[in-house]
C-alpha cells in the first residue's frame, strides 16, 4: 500500500455553516481523471489560464485529482506537462489507484498482468516501447523491463511526491472517495484511492463536502455531501475543470 501523503489547509474538519466555501481571495480549480489524454489536458490549461484573469489578486490553486496514466495514448505526456506546470502555478497532485499501481509496478511485477489488463500498454508505449505482438506473458515481461530500464528520473520523483488528501475551507479532495463513518483525518490511504459504492450510497455529512472523481458519469455531479467530476475523459473526450470561487461551484468551459 502507498505511504500516506495527506495536505490539511485552513479549518480542519469543522462542518459548514450553509454553503460550503474555500477561504476569502482564494479560487480553487480541480481537475478530473486525466488517464493520458495529453490533448485534453493543455486543454484544460487554457481554459484555467483564461479563467485566472478574472480573478488577479487571489490566491489561485489547481487541484489535480490522480490518474494520470492508462488508457488514453500519452501518460507520458502527461506527467511531463504536470511536472512542468507544478514549477510556475500552486498545484496539488492527489494519488490515484492507476497512479498507486504505475508507481508499484517500477519495482514489483506482482501486478503486471493486472496492469495490462487496466491500461498498461498504452501507457507504456507512451515511454517508447515497442508493442510487442501477440501479447502474451513472455512479451509483456520484456515490454515491462525495457519500460523500467528507460523510465525517466523526475518521473519517478513525480510519482514519489503525490499525496492522497487535500482540504482547504469546506472541502476535502481525493480521487476516489472516503468511507462513510470514519473521520477525515483518519481515512485509509486504500479507500482514498479505490472506494465506490459504499461512498457512493452515503448521504452522511462528512463534515466536509468532497470533491472526488474515479468513477466516470456523463456530467458533473453535485450531491449534498459530494462532487463527482470525474467525465470518462480518456473515452468521452470531456474532461471537466470545477472552479470553487467563495460559495461557488462552477464548471469552467
Not at 481571495?25 to 481537475?31: D, F, R
Not at 509496478?105 to 498482468?113: G, K, S
Given at each position: 500500500?502507498?505511504?500516506?501523503?495527506?495536505?490539511?489547509?485552513?479549518?480542519?474538519f469543522?462542518?459548514?455553516?450553509?454553503?460550503p466555501?474555500?477561504?476569502k481571495?482564494?479560487?480553487?480549480?480541480?481537475?478530473g481523471?486525466?488517464?493520458g489524454?495529453?490533448?485534453?489536458?493543455?486543454?484544460?490549461?487554457?481554459?484555467?489560464?483564461?479563467?485566472?484573469?478574472?480573478?488577479?489578486?487571489?490566491?489561485?490553486?489547481?487541484?489535480y485529482l490522480?490518474?494520470?496514466?492508462?488508457?488514453?495514448p500519452?501518460?507520458?505526456?502527461?506527467?511531463?506537462?504536470?511536472?512542468?506546470?507544478?514549477?510556475?502555478?500552486?498545484?496539488?497532485?492527489?494519488?490515484?489507484?492507476?497512479d498507486e499501481?504505475?508507481?508499484e509496478?517500477?519495482?514489483?511485477?506482482?501486478?503486471?498482468?493486472f496492469?495490462?489488463?487496466?491500461?498498461?500498454?498504452e501507457?507504456?508505449?507512451?515511454y517508447?516501447?515497442?508493442l510487442?505482438l501477440?501479447?502474451?506473458?513472455?512479451?509483456?515481461?520484456?515490454?515491462?523491463?525495457?519500460?523500467?530500464?528507460?523510465?525517466p528520473?523526475?518521473?519517478?520523483?513525480f510519482?514519489?511526491?503525490?499525496?492522497?488528501?487535500?482540504?482547504?475551507?469546506?472541502?476535502?479532495?481525493?480521487?476516489?472517495?472516503?468511507?462513510?463513518g470514519?473521520?477525515?483525518?483518519r481515512?485509509?490511504?486504500e479507500?482514498?484511492?479505490?472506494?465506490?459504492?459504499?461512498?457512493?450510497?452515503?448521504?452522511?455529512?462528512?463534515?466536509?463536502?468532497?470533491?472526488?472523481?474515479?468513477?466516470?458519469?456523463k456530467?458533473?455531479?453535485?450531491?449534498?455531501?459530494?462532487?463527482n467530476?470525474?467525465?470518462?475523459?480518456?473515452?468521452?473526450?470531456?474532461?471537466?475543470?470545477?472552479?470553487l470561487?467563495?460559495?461557488?461551484?462552477?464548471v469552467?468551459?
Open positions: 500500500m502507498a505511504r500516506i501523503r495527506d495536505r490539511f489547509l485552513g479549518t480542519i469543522r462542518p459548514s455553516s450553509g454553503r466555501a474555500v477561504p481571495a482564494t479560487v480553487v480549480h480541480a481537475v481523471d486525466i488517464h489524454r495529453s490533448d485534453l489536458l493543455d486543454n484544460v490549461f487554457a481554459r484555467i489560464d483564461a479563467d485566472r484573469a478574472l480573478f488577479a489578486g487571489r490566491r489561485l490553486i489547481e487541484v490522480g490518474d494520470y496514466v492508462d488508457r488514453g500519452d501518460s507520458r505526456g502527461v506527467i511531463d506537462r504536470l511536472i512542468a506546470r507544478a514549477q510556475e502555478r500552486e498545484v496539488v497532485l492527489l494519488r490515484g489507484n492507476h499501481v504505475f508507481e509496478l517500477l519495482t514489483n511485477r506482482a501486478r503486471l498482468e496492469w495490462v489488463q487496466f491500461g498498461g500498454l501507457t507504456m508505449q507512451s517508447g516501447v515497442r510487442r501477440p501479447v502474451t506473458a513472455a512479451n509483456v515481461l520484456e515490454m515491462h523491463a525495457e519500460w523500467v530500464r528507460s523510465f528520473s523526475r518521473h519517478r520523483q510519482f514519489s511526491q503525490l499525496t492522497n488528501c487535500y482540504s482547504i475551507g469546506d472541502y476535502f479532495f481525493v480521487h476516489a472517495g472516503i468511507r462513510p470514519v473521520p477525515l483525518e481515512q485509509s490511504a479507500d482514498m484511492m479505490w472506494i465506490r459504492e459504499e461512498f457512493h450510497r452515503s448521504g452522511a455529512d462528512h463534515g466536509k463536502m468532497v470533491v472526488h472523481a474515479h468513477t466516470p458519469v456530467a458533473p455531479e453535485f450531491r449534498k455531501n459530494r462532487i467530476i470525474d467525465t470518462g475523459a480518456y473515452l468521452s473526450g470531456s474532461l471537466t475543470c470545477l472552479r470561487f467563495g460559495t461557488s461551484q462552477d469552467v468551459t
